[in-house]
């Protein structure tokens, strides 16, 4: 596959086109080129989209983590994860052959297998299915970007790995900057259903509704992309997204990010392995993490998909949350 810089392509395409260049140009030899260069730091990120991964870091089993994993899973010798892969880079998206699921969600869920001594098996998910896929069994964990709530809370266990911080996209043009309700006020508002992001545009459009202000129009979306291409055309004022892809995506795309919002508004809330409530896999999903965290390997995971602004110091068992 021919090498290329993505930013130098930028000027050129359309946000379309662009999103599709990013998921299916680069490689793993793209990667190694771009951290090798001496580009400036405000060049798009460059990721690998390859499904063979070459570069994904690896880390070694922990005796005392993998005497933790309940023998039901333990087992088979192996840890089933549900990855959603019809996002965006750089959490959970499909590589070049369009069935292998990869990204930063993946990564952290082989370091998780490998301290515990598991083969790692991902599963293609949605957002729509991963909670009843872990209440059925057919999942044993979830790696997806899922946000620790109160209501989830009741439901499964976590071990969170990073902070849970969510980005409002806009067209570069829209002068728009929102960090409370006051900034979505009459506008139209992208948002997945289902999401913390959707809980909070909710809560902000109850209060706007309570001071007789204008609340937002939600608008969802399944596509990121599809929002996206909403707003390039006008049809959509602003989108609320993970921060990681919003940041991917303004590194690529003719998008700018107009503000971010802890998912755990107004509280702080963590991204976190998900596992069935009280079966005991999140204690060692937890001291798995832990491990990572002490070799380097989990900073160096993130560094892999610039994602090193959102470590967390330590991952965390069923962090305490308001909301």
Known sequence: ??????????????????????????????????RASDAPADTALVVDTSPEQADRVRTDEDA????????????????????????????????????????????????????????LEVVNTTWE???????????????????VNAER???????????GIMAFVAAPDSGLSIDDAEGISGLSVGVGSGTNQERILLD???QLEAEGKAPATLEYYVSAADALLAIQSGRL???????????????????EVVGTVNAGWPNTTYVAATTLK????????????????????????????GLSDEAVDAPELNPSVAS
């Not at 959970?92 to 990564?107: C, P």
């Not at 964990?141 to 899922?146: E, G, L, M, P, Y």
């Open 278 to 305: 009280g079966n005991g896999l999140a204690e060692a999903v937890q001291a798995s993490l832990q491990h990572a965290f002490d070799d380097g390997t989990y900073a160096e995971t993130l560094a892999r998909w």
């Open 237 to 255: 004022d602003t989108y609320i997204g993970p921060n990681p892809n919003a940041v991917y995506q303004e590194s690529v795309g003719d998008i």
């Open 64 to 119: 005392d983590a993998a005497a933790l994993v309940p023998a039901a899973i333990a087992e088979d010798g192996v840890l089933r994860v549900g990855v959603t892969g019809a996002g965006d880079p750089p959490l959970g998206f499909l590589a070049d052959d369009n069935t292998t699921v990869v990204g930063s969600e993946v990564d952290i869920a082989q370091l998780v297998a490998d301290g515990l001594g598991l083969q």
């Open 1 to 34: 596959m021919e090498r290329t810089r993505l930013s130098s392509l930028v000027s050129a395409l359309p946000l379309a086109a662009v999103l599709l260049l990013t998921s299916c140009t680069s490689s793993a030899e793209i990667e190694a080129d771009a």
């Open 153 to 163: 809370l009741q439901l499964f266990d976590f071990a969170t790995y990073r902070q």
């Open 204 to 206: 902000w459009n109850a």
């Open 129 to 147: 299915a991963w909670p009843l896929g872990v209440q059925s069994g057919d999942l044993e964990a979830v790696f997806s970007n899922v946000g």
